[in-house]
């Protein structure tokens, strides 16, 4: 009898005591087994950063796509599904290539220590290899330098997204440390679009391209985009364009969309292409209005929304998109990881948000408990409560506060486990 895909990814997280352990040792030994798969990628889109990684991959996958290209795409982590991590020429992986490919990398690796982000990493590196496509988009799981996906020689493109403290654990205390990091999927000869940075993190970024004679296209030297009347006004040194605004929502993605832009115009493509990028993206769980399901049942004349934001960039991203929504009372639900910095996350919302409602993420060893989270939001001036679960927390400020706005926030975890109670 065949197993399960979710059974062999259970196994899997026993094959190495660590769930990080940054190096490229054990993905080498393993892809060498493999006979080398990423060396037969279709050409390859890499994309680093701290922020905004996901939304601009979806961004130029939609543009590509309109384009009649066929599209791999990898990211992580997955919301509901393990299978939305490997995106095979435009469909997400079917259960039984899944497991196939699963066993098929447990076989090679055999008894040898492996993190589960490289086994399966190497899984999607196999299905690419073995599926026809035009592109490879992928997605960069932590940091960059040592991160699973960086044994590609020869992108055709990499794309770093803006950087900020996060994973300090992993990648280092200072901007520049960790702008090292990202910096490290630069390669000798490839374009690199840069999103905006921080000046201590592009000095490192220019240097270390400048050490590879990377050509750069940076944000604010090559490239701009902007919003004016209502539409998003992309500008590089080829001229300019006058595009939708971003079907994502928020002011963030005008920076993730001229990204997008940039690399779709340094790949050859033209506005068409641009404007699919922005109109038709994808991409659950970042300022996402949730229309049905028994959440939004539970919530009633409330509008119910989540994002995945966690870190405090991505509190300022949520606060800057609730401030350009409708003026409506906002109440927040959120859980977080004991990994993140979580006054920094909440001292933006406590403008702009009248509550905290927060819970302990289900099923996740490394939540903060919910009255950590809640005491952390006090301290950063939110009125806060705790919740046992989402539901609970909906129904009850549904009950207290009829027709306000609910977002659900804090982690990609909780909102990937919000996904799935929601149908």
């Known amino acids: 009898m065949t197993q399960s895909s979710?059974?062999?990814?259970?196994?899997?997280?026993?094959?190495?005591?660590k769930i990080i352990d940054l190096t490229l040792d054990r993905v080498d030994r393993l892809l060498a087994a493999l006979g080398h798969p990423e060396r037969s990628l279709p050409p390859v889109i890499h994309i680093a950063g701290t922020n905004?990684?996901?939304?601009?991959?979806a961004m130029i996958r939609a543009g590509l796509e309109a384009e009649g290209k066929r599209v791999h795409a990898y990211t992580s982590p997955h919301l509901a599904r393990f299978h939305e991590r490997i995106r095979l020429a435009g469909a997400l992986i079917s259960e039984p290539a899944l497991t196939a490919l699963l066993d098929e990398c447990v076989a090679a690796n055999g008894e040898a220590e492996i993190t589960f982000f490289e086994i399966t990493t190497c899984a999607a590196f196999l299905a690419f290899a073995r599926t026809p496509a035009d592109y490879t988009l992928l997605e960069v799981g932590l940091g960059g330098r040592l991160d699973a996906t960086n044994v590609v020689e020869k992108p055709a493109l990499?794309?770093?997204?803006?950087?900020?403290?996060?994973h300090q654990q992993y990648l280092g205390e200072t901007l520049a440390e960790i702008a090292g990091e990202k910096a490290g999927?630069?390669?000798?000869?490839?374009?690199?679009?840069?999103g905006p940075q921080q000046e201590a993190g592009l000095e490192v970024i220019e240097a270390r391209a400048a050490r590879l004679g990377a050509p750069l296209l940076v944000h604010?030297?090559?490239?701009?985009?902007?919003?004016?009347?209502?539409?998003?006004?992309f500008q590089d040194e080829n001229g300019l364009l006058d595009l939708p605004l971003p079907n994502l929502?928020?002011?963030?993605?005008?920076?993730?969309?001229?990204a997008a832009v940039m690399a779709l115009r340094a790949l050859g493509y033209g506005e068409a292409a641009c404007e699919a990028a922005v109109t038709r993206a994808e991409w659950p769980a970042r300022m996402q209005?949730?229309?049905r399901g028994p959440l939004v049942d539970a919530a009633g004349p409330c509008e119910l929304w989540l994002d995945g934001g966690h870190n405090p960039a991505g509190g300022e991203a949520v606060a800057a998109t609730l401030k350009r929504m409708a003026p409506k009372p906002t109440h927040l639900i959120c859980g977080m990881l004991n990994t993140k910095d979580v006054g920094g996350y909440m001292r933006p919302l406590a403008g702009v948000a009248s509550s905290l409602t927060a819970l302990s993420i289900p099923d996740?060893?490394?939540?903060?408990?919910?009255?950590t989270t809640a005491a952390a939001a006090q301290a950063a001036g939110l009125d806060a409560t705790t919740a046992e679960s989402a539901l609970a927390a909906v129904q009850a400020l549904a009950a207290a506060h009829p027709g306000a706005r609910l977002l659900i926030c804090g982690s990609l975890y909780l909102a990937g486990g919000v996904l799935r109670e929601n149908g």
């Open 364 to 371: 996740e060893a490394n939540t903060l408990p919910a009255e």
């Open 185 to 194: 999927i630069i390669k000798r000869g490839a374009p690199c679009v840069v």
């Open 249 to 258: 929502a928020g002011p963030h993605q005008i920076d993730n969309a001229g």
């Open 6 to 17: 979710d059974l062999i990814l259970q196994r899997m997280m026993g094959l190495h005591p």
């Open 289 to 291: 209005r949730l229309t």
């Open 220 to 233: 604010g030297q090559h490239w701009r985009a902007w919003e004016e009347r209502g539409r998003l006004i």
């Open 158 to 166: 990499t794309i770093i997204t803006p950087v900020s403290i996060d």
């Open 52 to 57: 905004g990684k996901g939304s601009t991959q």
